[in-house]
């Protein structure tokens, strides 16, 4: 009986963990949109193209192994020198794996990858043809192979 409900507590335990958090919920998003506007004090309040554009980044974001430098002017966070390490870091490294690679790339800080974290994906072009190629090109390769054969049948066959 103790068994049944330690591994009931157990399983409901597991059920009530939540997981972790991320900051790339939309409402996080519109909230540093709104923080961004109120540091702009000298933005026109009728001229709203710019948090336009940011909310259609939100909703498509950029992805960081394909954009340009004029894409990245756009995001208005960048200075012109973290942008040209960020293109030369992914013309020396190749593409980017993960966001969190950005931490590498001088010049950046968390506080500039937080500010354009909502805006940005970086996503993985490599499909499975390349990977076999690349396996089967590059690497060790070895072939083992395993064979059995009687030479005399035993007694009483």
Known sequence: MKRIITIGMLIFRIYDCDAQVTST?????????????????????????WLQQMD??????????DAGEEI?????VLTPVQIQQLISYRKLCGS?????????????????????????TVSDHTGLGNLLGARATKGDH??????????ERSKGY
């Open 72 to 76: 990245l002017k756009e995001f208005h």
């Open 96 to 120: 980017f794996i993960s966001i969190n690679e950005l931490q590498a790339v001088p010049g950046w800080d968390i506080g500039t990858i937080k500010k354009i974290r909502p805006f940005i």
């Open 25 to 49: 919920t939309t409402g996080n998003a519109e909230q540093q949109l709104e923080n961004t506007t109120a540091i702009k004090p000298d933005a026109d309040v009728e001229d709203d193209s």
């Open 56 to 65: 259609h980044f939100i909703k498509d974001p950029v992805d960081l192994n």
């Open 142 to 151: 070895s072939i083992t192979i395993r064979m059995s054969q009687i030479l």
